[in-house]
Every structure is written in structure tokens, then in C-alpha cells.
Nanobody, 120 residues
Framework: VQLQASGGGLVQPGGSLELSCTAS????????VGWFRQAPGKEREFVAR????????HYADFVKGRFFISRDNRKNTVFLSMNNLKTDDTAIYYC??????????????WGQGTLVTVSS
């Protein structure tokens, strides 16, 4: 499966963005999906994950209550809705498929990343 992340951009602190991760292939619904991010000079870190049916979700503590993950398997897309963005949220955001894990090493498929910049 091939993944493409989109929706990044420049936003002011307190603003919102919605990222999309669109997959090719008819088996997308059989994959759990995770979002990760990597800020300059830092390691890639887990942000959120969602299982195949979308009924089980998990978030990193630093985004709880601000970010929301969802999926539409009919559209082969997973969304990451980000609210009340902070400057610390600035990073390249990646979506990944093939595991329901908080560890990036467990994922098989990766999108190319989309840059989110939070700045006034």
C-alpha cells in the first residue's frame, strides 16, 4: 500500500489544521494506521493511532484533547484533526500503516510527510 500525507501548512498558535493520509490499494481497511511526527533535531515520535475498524484509538499524552484521529475506509483515508496548536507542534507529520504500535520501527508503510509549522 502507498500512503500520501497532506494538509500541512503554516498556522498561528491556537489555530487548527486537518491532515489527511490517503492510501492506494483496496486493502487499506485491513491496516491499522499511525501518525508520527519529527521536529528538527529530534527523533520521530508517536502522535496517534487507529485500528482497522476505527473503533480503538490511542493518543500521545501531549496531544490528548487537542488532536483527533479518524478514518473513512470508503475513501481510503485517515485524518488527523489538530486543534489549539502550539509552537511545539511544529514538525513533519508522517502517517504509517501495517501495525497498531506506538513504535515507528513496527510500521511497514510510510507516507512522505507533511510539514506543519506553528508560528505567529
Amino acid at each position: 500500500v502507498q500512503l500520501q500525507a497532506s494538509g500541512g501548512g503554516l498556522v498561528q498558535p491556537g489555530g487548527s489544521l486537518e491532515l489527511s493520509c490517503t492510501a492506494s490499494g483496496r486493502t487499506f481497511s485491513s491496516y491499522a494506521v499511525g501518525w508520527f511526527r519529527q521536529a528538527p533535531g529530534k527523533e520521530r515520535e508517536f502522535v496517534a493511532r487507529i485500528i482497522q475498524e476505527g473503533t480503538m484509538l490511542h493518543y500521545a499524552d501531549f496531544v490528548k484533547g487537542r488532536f483527533f484521529i479518524s478514518r473513512d475506509n470508503r475513501k481510503n483515508t485517515v485524518f488527523l484533526s489538530m486543534n489549539n496548536l502550539k509552537t511545539d507542534d511544529t514538525a513533519i507529520y508522517y502517517c504509517a500503516a501495517g501495525s497498531y504500535s506506538i513504535y515507528s520501527r513496527d510500521y511497514t508503510y510510510w507516507g512522505q510527510g507533511t510539514l506543519v509549522t506553528v508560528s505567529s
